[in-house]
């Protein structure tokens, strides 16, 4: 479970992918922490750390308010921190920490998804710090996932007979396994892909320091594809803060992720205008430390 939490929080931070929503604000009981103390952290230099324990306790530290919902009501459509717009400026800078317990497991979900745990969050959030947000469709800058030629595909690219997959965010089994499914090395210069549509490429793409935008997918490939893509990352993580991105000195020295797309998948991304979904922040506030 904590694997997996480190990968939702890359996408938003800029280098990963996450999961799916919880329940809506429609359900008579949303699933919800049994006990949950919720303090500010003053400490700038405080490292943000996030562990889920087998007997239901989460201990989240110096996460700020954004970070939270970003990785609460991430989405198959929300792909980007940058879709989630409005509130105040104190939603990035004041971080918090939460100590949560649930009544029972917070095992993953037979997608492999944690699904309970992030539901728990949802209402945490609405409860605690007040929030209510909700959907809207924006026309804005996109990425179109494309093949660079419509005969042949590139030598990194293969069409797999794998169906019991589960998405970008859905790969940590054992690392012995002979067969997973989903995304390994986002945030450096060698992906390795297994068992995923180019729906779930395209997502994962998104949340790439190098692309940072929506990604829809118009490659009309169907099935499921393995890929390995090699290349020089423009960005690394950065020296006070590995979420952020710097500018990467080496990157001159190879391949660019694009270029290696076009030439080891061939694969390709255009830049155009469309409609994506935007989740607007229309009320927050600080919670009441206890």
């Known amino acids: 479970m904590k694997r997996q939490l480190v990968l939702l929080l890359c996408v938003f931070a800029g280098a990963g ?24 952290n003053a400490d700038a230099g405080a490292t943000r750390t996030w562990v889920v324990r087998p007997n239901g306790g ?9 970070q939270l919902i970003a990785i609460a009501y991430d989405s198959l459509t929300i792909q980007t921190r940058d879709q989630i717009v409005g509130g105040p400026a104190w939603l990035k800078s004041d971080r918090f920490d939460i100590v949560a317990k649930a009544d029972g497991s917070l095992d993953d979900d037979e997608t492999g998804r944690p699904t309970k745990l992030l539901t728990m969050l949802r209402s945490l959030l609405e409860e605690r710090f007040k929030l209510r947000l909700h959907s809207e469709q924006r026309e804005t800058s996109v990425y179109l996932l494309t093949r660079t030629n419509n005969r042949t595909l590139g030598p990194e690219l293969r069409s ?32 390795t892909i297994q068992g995923l549509t180019m729906e779930d490429f395209a997502r994962g793409l998104a949340g790439t320091w190098s692309v940072g ?11 499921r594809w393995d890929a390995q893509l090699d290349f020089v990352p423009t960005f690394v993580p950065g020296p006070n803060d590995p979420t952020l991105p710097a500018p990467n000195p080496a990157a001159d020295t ?29 009320h927050v506030e600080h919670p009441a430390p206890d």
């Open 17 to 40: 992918s996450g999961p799916l929503r919880g329940q809506t604000r429609s359900d008579p009981k949303p699933l919800a922490f049994e006990a949950a103390s919720i303090k500010p």
């Open 160 to 191: 797999t007979a794998q169906q019991d997959c589960r998405g970008p965010s859905a790969n940590f089994v054992p690392e012995n396994s002979p067969r997973w499914c989903g995304w390994r090395g986002l945030g450096t210069g060698h992906f």
């Open 58 to 66: 989460v201990t989240i530290t110096a996460y700020d308010a954004f």
């Open 254 to 282: 190879g391949p660019s992720m694009l270029s290696a797309m076009r030439d080891q998948l061939g694969l390709k991304l255009q830049s155009a205008k469309a409609k994506a979904e935007f989740l607007v922040i229309d």
């Open 213 to 223: 935008r929506p990604v829809l997918d118009r490659t009309g490939l169907s099935g």
